[in-house]
DNA sequence: ACGAATCCATACGGGTGAGTATGGGGCGCG
DNA sequence: CGCGCCCCATACTCACCCGTATGGATTCGT
């Protein structure tokens, strides 16, 4: 330890401040995302930041467009792998439920839909993942009306939930409640 | 029109600033509840407020204390009344889904999860509803482990709601549509 | 090796919003 | 009538943070 407690040094790229950006949205939120404080996190000062970036929000479009595009290649990539139609919705209902550190950046941006960058994301993101349901309630066997009122039903509880266990941390279910749970959500959501 | 556009006027009360403090927050979030901008609405300046609180944090923690106990009496009272338990779920899905208005607060509520005083009171209220949600469908004749899960998942639904349709305006609900997913959502949720 | 491009430090200006100090005006009450 | 208390205006200070200006340091091309 000669020099820093972070022990991140020399010099630094865009990519780098757009990870620390999402970095720091996880932990803190959006509103948290100052330039100056990211400056000390990194360990430079905000000379180098305005090198990168025109502005703060330049910073902030950059980072979401960077989640908002791994997230599309990561979340729902996998998933349609799966062949079996019948098998796709508990199947993703399950991996979801397991990989909670991916959700911590959605947590954070739920609660920054009054900034007008995040809107245009989130709606995006929501809009896409709520249409991949529809087609695999409608391929479960749900006839079109009733396969797009679960899919905003299944995607609500979702974001629901997120907000309820995650950034609340409201019942602190453990290990066992948790899986009861997600069992049961899939028996009630998902048609026989 | 002889002196300002808000025609409120003359002495205020703190309870003034608690209720001008609540539409604000359901207006415009907790982030925008600044003093000065509150002052201006209220036709008055910062003098006035300091001479009522101590501190902005105070008025928030004030505003939120008026707003529980607001909510445990309006909301839940009216539903106690409702003898029959096999009607009480769908009825109270009906009435809630048809009251948007006092749900303003509760969905900026739900985007300023950062905030130390909001936690409590939001962990408090979303406490409360999921007990008296999961007695409510033990009535209904669910065994208590699925009460209490349903429980969970319907209150993570009505928040996830919000969220994506009150805050995002993500897909833009007419009425036929609100209703089709109302009746949906108590097909769904409660037994038969 | 040496100039040029890249990356960063230092220092400053400006805007915003919380909190304080202090005085003045309205209103009850004797 | 005039005295005192309640409510508010004015005018500051202070802290924070965005953005700019400019020069120094490091690295790369050739």
Redesign the interface.
Known sequence: MDSNHKPERTRLTAENWELAALQMIAD??V?ALAVEALARELGVTKGSFYWHFRSREALLQAALDRWEEYGEREVLGQIEKIADPRQRLPELFRRVAHELQPHRVYAAL?????HPLV?PV??RV??RR?EFLETAYREAGLVP??AL??A??T???????L??NF??G??RLNHDEFD??IE??IA??IPA
């Not at 995607?155 to 939930?161: I, K, R």
Request: aromatic share 10%; no cysteine.
């Open positions: 803190h939120g509103g739920l609660k920054a839909l009054d809107v989130m709606a929501s809009k709520t009306r009733e009122n679960r905003r039903l995607y609500a509880a979702y974001v629901g939930f907000q309820l950034t609340l409201l019942p009861s749970y049961h959500m009630t959501l």
